[in-house]
């Protein structure tokens, strides 16, 4: 063949389709990704971090949504180790019973990572690393905000009621724990009733309904596991004629628009910082576990605390 100008242009042009072409590209990534659900604002923030982390990063993400059920997440989990995905990635519903479906991943050789939530496992090779927050310390900070406060009333008692996440999950237990060590020294905070709310707005409503039958003007205080459960119950306190933030102090967890909103009505008096958005720590890691890296195995998340004086300013900082 002579090397005509043509020829050379033709050459050029088939050499930089075969790059291109999907069979000659490297493989992209598969991470398939089990969801809790979509039961919060949190969530709704959490899964949009993901998916677009994943689409920026030219990541194939199978995405499952469990509707806040374990056996539909163990279930997602088997199909993606039949599919053969490269990681495997869930935000667990509950702590315990992840056993067996994760020794199934093991001996498939599929890598898991965790986020948001923890699970409880008698073997902790079962997981590559863990990527979220510190639901304890959420609870800390929260029952510390209260103590503060306590400290400007000192004769006064607070009968607090509790609205707590899902049963069995890992931020219910935690964040339970962390507020209660955070109020323990102190006589004058008590918890009268404390009850699931799923951590959903619906629940919160329902549950405080619940409290406020029984208990009425003897509550001072409510503390939520999450901003939507508070939202919800904020609700019910004004159907039942107080003022939220006043009669009744709300304190929650997570730090969403909504609760910024909220706050800036005089409804809510604190939300403890929750951050969803994983996305591209989640991505980074899988990236890194696929290339064979050593990562770590608790990776953790910078949170604040924001009480209801800087929540206009704070507004429009806000990215969930
Ligand atoms: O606080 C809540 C959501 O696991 C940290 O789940 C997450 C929690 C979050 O439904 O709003």
Not at 199 to 206: Q, V
Request: aromatic fraction near 6%; glycine fraction near 8%; charge should be positive.
């Amino acid at each position: 063949m002579r090397l005509t100008r043509r020829n050379l242009l033709g050459a050029a042009m088939a050499a930089t389709l075969v790059a291109a072409s999907p069979a000659f590209a490297a493989k992209p990534l598969t991470i398939g990704f089990s969801q809790v659900g979509a039961e919060s604002e949190w969530r709704t923030a959490n899964t949009a971090s993901i998916k677009d982390a994943a689409r920026k990063a030219g990541v194939n993400l199978k995405f499952a949504d469990a509707q806040q059920r374990q056996e539909n997440q163990v279930k997602a989990i088997r199909s993606f180790i039949a599919q053969r995905v490269d990681v495997i990635a869930f935000s667990p519903v509950v702590e315990s019973g992840w056993d067996t479906v994760l020794r199934e991943a093991k001996a498939a050789k599929i890598p898991v990572i965790l986020t948001d939530r923890a699970v409880k496992v008698s073997d902790p090779s079962l997981f590559v690393s863990f990527i979220g927050s510190d639901f304890v310390e959420e609870g800390r900070r929260a029952g510390r905000w209260l103590a503060e406060h306590q400290k400007k009333n000192p004769n006064r008692g607070y009968n607090i009621v509790e609205l707590q996440g899902t049963v069995g999950s890992a931020p219910a237990l935690d964040r339970k724990a962390g507020f209660l060590e955070a109020i323990a020294a102190n006589p004058k905070l008590k918890i009268i009733r404390s009850q699931t709310g799923d951590f959903t707005r619906a629940k919160g409503k329902e549950v405080m309904e619940a409290f406020l039958k029984s208990e009425g003007k003897n509550i001072n205080v409510l503390y939520a596991h999450n901003d939507d459960m508070a939202i919800g119950a904020i609700q019910a306190i004004e159907e039942a004629g107080l003022k939220p933030g006043k009669d009744i102090l709300v304190v929650s967890i997570d730090g969403v628009k909504g609760a910024f909103e909220a706050m800036m009505m005089g409804k809510l008096n604190v939300t403890v910082e929750c951050n969803p958005l994983l996305g591209p720590q989640l991505i980074q890691t899988a990236q890194a576990v696929k290339a064979g890296q050593a990562v770590p195995k608790r990776i953790t998340v910078n949170e604040g605390v924001f009480p209801a004086e800087v929540a206009a300013k704070e507004f429009p900082n806000r990215q969930y």
